[in-house]
């Protein structure tokens, strides 16, 4: 079968599922956000890695699809949690670059947040810099739009993509994450520190939040914490997990 059908497939069978990954507040321990992961589990052949179907789904323009459908997924796990007592927290959804530039695309989404009446403040989207590259009129109304209705809008792997930092000024961005690989074993490496401080002092400054992300040692949780970064996402805290696992885990209620 081809690529294309299989991932047809795969959304008419619901293979595609979601887990969602916790972000703590480090001082208080508490959830303070959930980033959507999809995950592809195939009938036959198993689990499929994301970083490939993801890649496959953008070749074929399926990606505006499967992208629907997470949102969809996700607003729908708001919209339900609205009538619980667990702590409402913001979940992100990552984009791609074809999802940003599509024609009405904040538009779709307002539809989507105000038909299932979730406040778009609960929603975030992480965008790497590359996809913020090219386009940069559409991109910046876009993202305007979008941050006029509430939905955060996050920078996803800060500090790896090969873009310039004016578009910090340019577009309405709220959080920076801070990519993993500045994260691991910064304890360990005084230049790697360096550049961690250079990047919280830029985020403070421009007003942004910091998240850091791939935390997976207490040297590492430690380091973040002395420099007063206190929102942190890594296996060091939680692992991505089903909805079912994750409130086991976090739901005081249940
Ligand atoms: O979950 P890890 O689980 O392996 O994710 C691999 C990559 O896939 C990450 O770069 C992540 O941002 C991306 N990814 C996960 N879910 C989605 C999604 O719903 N849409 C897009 N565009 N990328 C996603
Ligand atoms: O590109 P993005 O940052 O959206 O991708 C998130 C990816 O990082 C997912 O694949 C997720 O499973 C993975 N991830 C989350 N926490 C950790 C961690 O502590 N260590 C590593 N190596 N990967 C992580
Ligand atoms: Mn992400
Ligand atoms: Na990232």
């Known amino acids: 079968m081809s690529i294309r059908k299989e991932i047809k497939q795969a959304l008419e069978q619901d293979d ?11 001082h208080t321990e508490s959830l303070v956000g959930l980033e959507a ?4 589990q195939h009938p036959s052949r198993g689990r499929i890695p994301p970083d490939e179907f993801i890649f496959l789904a953008e070749q074929t323009g399926q990606i505006i699809d499967l992208g629907d459908w997470v949102l969809d997924s996700v607003i729908r796990q708001l919209a339900h949690w ?3 007592p ?11 670059a074809i999802q940003l530039h599509q024609t009405g695309f904040a538009d779709r989404l307002e539809t989507l947040l105000n038909h299932h009446k979730v406040p778009p403040e609960r929603l975030e989207l992480e965008l790497t810099e590359s996809i913020l590259m090219g386009q940069e009129e559409a991109v910046t109304q876009t993202l305007n739009r979008l941050r006029a209705l509430g939905i955060v809008i996050s920078i996803d792997d800060f500090g790896t993509g090969y873009s310039s930092l004016s578009y910090l000024c340019r577009f309405p961005i ?13 304890d360990q490496r005084r230049d790697q520190q360096q550049v961690v401080r250079a990047i919280v002092q830029l985020a403070r400054s421009l007003e942004l939040d910091i ?9 590492e949780v430690h380091f973040f914490r002395d420099l007063g970064v206190s929102r942190m996402q890594g296996y060091y805290f939680a692992h991505p997990m ?3 696992a994750l409130e086991r885990q976090f739901d005081p209620m249940q």
């Open 242 to 244: 089903t909805m079912d």
């Open 82 to 84: 609205s009538s619980k």
């Open 86 to 96: 667990l702590d409402p927290v913001t979940v992100s959804v990552n984009l791609s």
């Open 211 to 219: 998240v850091a992300e791939g935390v997976e040692r207490a040297e």
């Open 16 to 26: 595609f599922f979601i887990e969602y990954q916790p972000k703590i507040d480090c």
């Open 37 to 40: 992961l999809v995950r592809w």
């Open 174 to 186: 709220d959080v920076l994450k801070i990519d993993r690989s500045f994260v691991d074993r910064v």
